[in-house]
């Protein structure tokens, strides 16, 4: 089958296409499916780069990839929730930049019948980050308040709609088009970072989102209430700041799990929540695909067509 590897780790000139085995069933709840769409995350790009290898060690030539979209091919001697033939969406470490990839069962999920293929595979880190930030750790009720720093990316697209269709007040930081990207999506305040200061401008929310981290997490701190949460998915946020305001901070683990999407499906489902792509690469562009998501600054996902 063909893929995207490499052999070594590096900047965006590492990454080739090559002529790889094809993966098979080797555990009762195995699922192969036969991939239409990958997207690329910044975890991808960090990951070739060498720099996440204390944490989240690869061993090249490593197919990189999280999320994808596509029809079953083959399912283990376990499988119950899905079967051959079947359009799925699924989330796994590695190996998604292929024309077939394995996931375990409790990562696949059904593909709504209103979207594409690439709409799909677009949202699988989204939904279930979202879903992590705002009710596995946040538990956000109707009527609180959220700051989501970043809120134009593809994860903040996701954050604002989950965010309103649960009643949540929702105050995003963007730029430029961003700004009005996210209040088109719902947002009830926009501030564009470049422009304004958003700790003058915000206070006494109940979480912050952090999609950015930097000095944007360490000044978020003093726009949250006492008792309130910061929860960032880009860097462990400062300990200190946070007993000093006295309120929580946590880095996240997002559950891309098939019950971190069950929200998000409902919601595509009753029409709260879209898809936001911003760019689509053929899986042979794999390379520029990943060159732009480095740049930064770009507002949705970036997704490969693979079938």
């Not at 422009?195 to 003093?222: C, I, M, N």
């Not at 000093?244 to 929540?273: M, N, T, W």
């Not at 936001?276 to 390379?287: D, G, P, R, S, V």
Request: net charge neutral.
């Amino acid at each position: 089958m063909k893929a995207i590897r490499y052999t070594a780790f590096g900047g965006p000139e590492v990454i080739e296409l090559a002529e790889v085995g094809k993966p098979g069933i080797t555990d009762p709840y195995d699922v192969l499916v036969r991939v239409k769409a990958t997207a690329v995350n910044p975890l991808d790009v960090k990951v070739r780069s060498g720099m996440m290898q204390r944490v989240y060690p690869v061993a090249p030539p490593f197919i990189p990839g999280l999320e994808a979209s596509g029809v079953v091919e083959a399912v283990g001697d376990a499988v119950t929730l899905v079967k051959v033939g079947d359009a799925v969406m699924a989330s796994t470490m590695s190996g998604t930049y292929a024309e077939y990839a394995v996931f375990k069962e409790h990562a696949v999920s059904p593909k709504p019948e209103g979207i594409s293929f690439n709409e799909a595979a677009s949202l699988v880190v989204t939904m279930g980050t979202a879903w992590s930030i705002l009710v596995k750790v946040g538990e956000m009720k109707a009527g609180q308040r959220l700051l989501i720093q970043g809120a134009a990316g593809a994860v903040g697209g996701s954050l604002v709609q989950m965010a309103k269709a649960l009643g949540v007040y929702v105050i995003g930081t963007a730029s430029g088009e961003g700004v009005t990207a996210i209040k088109s999506l719902g947002a009830d305040e926009a501030i564009d970072y470049k422009t304004q200061d958003f700790t003058t401008l915000v206070s006494d929310v109940d979480l912050v989102a952090d999609l950015v981290g930097g000095e944007a997490q360490a000044r978020s701190f003093a726009c949250l209430k006492k008792g309130g949460k910061l929860v960032s998915i880009t860097m462990p946020p400062s300990q200190e700041l946070a007993q000093q305001h006295g309120v929580s901070a946590s880095f996240l683990s997002s559950d891309l799990s098939r019950k971190g999407l069950e929200l998000g499906l409902q919601l595509i489902a009753q029409g709260k929540l879209k898809p936001i792509i911003a760019k689509t690469f053929k899986l042979e562009q794999a390379m520029r695909a990943q060159e732009l998501v480095s740049a930064g600054g770009v507002n949705g996902k970036v997704v490969l067509e693979v079938g």
